[in-house]
């Protein structure tokens, strides 16, 4: 399987383009792949339940009686004649009962077994999503961090030009501000790196940008809705 990854960042164009957990979920919920296999194993199970108890189909049977080899006329003799019988076979009383038991217990399992991988699905959108609002706060904190030290790198520069700080004064705040600046980019491939993620888990077949999260909250997911 092969998907296509790009970052085409909103923020380029000046608009920062906000996700939300609750849409995330229901998104991963009604598309994600495996989670689709699940559900419909579930659902052929579930059809499985009426047959299961059930008789078989009746058999019917014709039997041609005393017809002549050579011509198969059904008027060359009195005794020549078809007999018709339909046969139905009865099980053992309580087998189809105990049958119809079986096939319901195994599409409850299978229910609660799809259920059960819902409740996993949400965690790791949960997850996701929380990294990846980390990770721009991380940058957010980076950035302002930047933005002092560049405040500062000019108050230094000038106080160096009067004689009132040293080269190596300067030289420090220059070293600490590549140091962030290194820091940034590493904090944006992060963010990267967790889109990526999030788009994976919710079942996407291109990982576009998605955005940046809300703030987080805690969000209920009404099953009702989405199964």
């Known amino acids: 399987i092969t998907h296509s990854f790009f970052v085409c960042s909103e923020e380029v164009k000046g608009i ?10 229901r998104e ?27 008789y078989e189909d009746p058999m019917i049977r014709i039997d041609a009686q005393n017809y002549p080899v050579d011509t198969l006329s059904a008027r060359e003799f009195g005794m020549t004649g078809n007999q018709i019988s339909v046969g139905q076979k009865i099980p053992f009383p309580g087998k189809l009962s105990k049958r119809r ?3 319901t217990f195994e599409y409850n399992s299978k229910k609660e077994m799809y259920k059960g991988e819902q409740f996993d699905l949400i965690r790791k959108v949960r997850e996701n999503f929380n990294e990846l609002f980390l990770a721009f706060k991380r940058k957010d904190i980076i950035e302002e961090q930047l933005k002092i030290i560049n405040q500062l790198i000019s108050v230094i520069r000038s106080r160096y030009i009067s004689g009132k700080a040293s080269q190596t004064e300067l030289l420090s705040f220059q070293v600490e501000e590549a ?5 940034l980019l590493g904090a944006q491939k992060q963010i990267d790196i ?6 994976h888990v919710i079942g996407r077949k291109e990982y576009g940008f998605l955005g940046r999260p809300e703030n987080i909250t805690r969000t209920q997911v009404d099953f009702n809705k989405v199964t």
């Open 194 to 199: 967790q889109m990526w993620n999030l788009n």
């Open 101 to 103: 038991q079986a096939a």
């Open 179 to 183: 140091n962030l600046t290194g820091e």
């Open 28 to 54: 991963a919920l009604s598309q994600n792949p495996s989670l689709d296999v699940s559900k419909f194993d579930a659902q052929s199970t579930a059809m499985k339940i009426g047959p299961a108890g059930a």
């Open 16 to 25: 920062e383009k906000r996700i939300i957990l609750e849409e995330m979920i």
